[in-house]
């Protein structure tokens, strides 16, 4: 079984959607996309996503998310993110609704040390299906419909106001939802990976010289959480298909990003302060990850 899918292979996959003026970076803040359902395959594979998606589904069917199986026999709002692997079946031939596929950057565009794990609808362990009453139907499926034709506008700040709508419709799933209803009982593995998350994203921002990140290794967490470092790689790869490391790897390169556009910090200031011994450790890390060096990235942004 593969593993993950790109923003690239999802576009590959289903060449009818086509990829969207400006490619995968089409915001200039990361890639956001709105389609109609009725464009899309009935059966879609059972795998993760290297994007976040929000689904409106208007149509009978059934959804694998982790190892449940959830079946949809009226309209339902679906929450995806890349942490957590699922897959898709119809089992009506009709099929309408829309979905907004994006990148974090582009929803958090600007937001520094802020991640969607920590969102309620988005985190590991959450309930990813809200049933809608007619009602909040026709209120969401105004809002995709706002969405889908400012994507095919030639407004200057159309990308924005996509942004907001997108931000609406996760409020507005929030408002449905009484606060406490997000509470739920976790099994081992989902309340370890949870923990770890959450313990990981306690570690930013950072700051050189006054706090440095701490917490740099697997071990490091796994003796915070009084877990064997095994154990913890175990249920954070079970929950997420992604081992501890990669994790911290990936929110370290973030940071990263997030200090390189938004600091005036040096660029050996920013490797101390992510935990790195020596600068050009952290030169090569962030080539191997992005493809150009630190120093390369910063012009970008200016």
Same mark, same amino acid.
């Given at each position: 079984m593969?593993?993950? $899918?790109?923003?690239q292979e999802?576009?590959?996959?289903?060449?009818?959607?086509?990829?969207?003026?400006g490619?995968l970076n089409?915001? !200039?803040?990361?890639?956001?996309?709105?389609?109609?359902? #009725?464009k899309?395959?009935l059966?879609?594979?059972?795998?993760?996503?290297?994007?976040?998606?929000?689904?409106?589904?208007i149509?009978? +069917?059934t959804? @694998?998310?982790a190892n449940?199986?959830?079946?949809? #026999?009226?309209p339902?709002?679906?929450?995806?993110?890349?942490m957590?692997? &699922?897959?898709?079946?119809?089992t009506?031939e009709?099929?309408k609704?829309?979905f907004?596929?994006?990148? $974090?950057? =582009?929803?958090?565009? !600007?937001?520094?040390?802020?991640?969607l794990?920590?969102?309620?609808?988005?985190?590991?362990?959450?309930?990813?299906?809200?049933?809608?009453?007619? +009602?909040?139907? %026709?209120?969401i499926?105004r809002?995709?419909?706002?969405? $889908?034709?400012?994507?095919?506008?030639? *407004?200057?700040?159309?990308? %924005?106001v996509v942004?907001?709508h997108?931000?609406?419709?996760i409020?507005e799933?929030?408002?449905?939802?009484?606060a406490?209803?997000?509470e739920?009982?976790?099994?081992s593995?989902?309340?370890?990976?949870?923990l770890?998350?959450?313990?990981?994203?306690? @570690? =930013?921002?950072? #700051?050189?010289?006054n706090?440095?990140?701490?917490?740099?290794?697997?071990?490091?967490?796994?003796?915070?959480?009084s877990?064997h470092?095994?154990?913890?790689n175990?249920m954070?790869?079970?929950?997420?298909?992604?081992?501890?490391t990669?994790?911290?790897a990936?929110?370290?390169?973030?940071e990263?990003?997030?200090?390189?556009?938004?600091?005036?910090?040096?660029?050996?200031?920013?490797? *101390?302060?992510?935990?790195?011994?020596?600068?050009? &450790?952290?030169?090569?890390?962030?080539?191997?990850k992005?493809?150009v060096?630190?120093n390369?990235?910063?012009?970008t *942004?200016?």
């Amino acid at each position: 079984m593969k593993e993950s $899918e790109s923003l690239q292979e999802f576009y590959q996959r289903v060449p009818k959607l086509g990829q969207g003026a400006g490619g995968l970076n089409n915001s !200039g803040a990361g890639h956001i996309n709105v389609f109609s359902r #009725d464009k899309c395959r009935l059966i879609s594979p059972y795998m993760r996503r290297d994007f976040y998606k929000v689904t409106l589904i208007i149509g009978e +069917g059934t959804v @694998q998310y982790a190892n449940k199986w959830i079946a949809i #026999d009226r309209p339902a709002l679906l929450f995806s993110n890349p942490m957590v692997p &699922y897959a898709w079946e119809a089992t009506s031939e009709e099929q309408k609704g829309w979905f907004a596929l994006f990148s $974090e950057s =582009f929803l958090l565009n !600007g937001v520094q040390s802020t991640s969607l794990r920590e969102s309620p609808l988005f985190r590991v362990g959450s309930d990813p299906v809200f049933f809608l009453n007619d +009602g909040q139907l %026709d209120e969401i499926s105004r809002i995709f419909q706002r969405m $889908e034709k400012e994507m095919q506008s030639d *407004y200057q700040f159309k990308y %924005d106001v996509v942004r907001s709508h997108l931000h609406l419709i996760i409020h507005e799933a929030m408002k449905y939802n009484p606060a406490n209803s997000f509470e739920r009982n976790y099994n081992s593995s989902e309340r370890i990976a949870s923990l770890f998350l959450e313990l990981l994203e306690r @570690q =930013f921002p950072v #700051d050189f010289p006054n706090a440095p990140l701490e917490m740099k290794s697997a071990k490091d967490y796994a003796a915070h959480l009084s877990v064997h470092v095994n154990h913890l790689n175990r249920m954070v790869k079970k929950q997420t298909q992604k081992t501890t490391t990669e994790h911290i790897a990936d929110r370290v390169l973030r940071e990263a990003l997030a200090l390189l556009q938004h600091s005036d910090q040096s660029v050996s200031e920013i490797a *101390y302060s992510l935990g790195f011994d020596n600068p050009a &450790y952290f030169t090569n890390f962030f080539k191997s990850k992005i493809g150009v060096s630190p120093n390369q990235a910063r012009e970008t *942004y200016a």
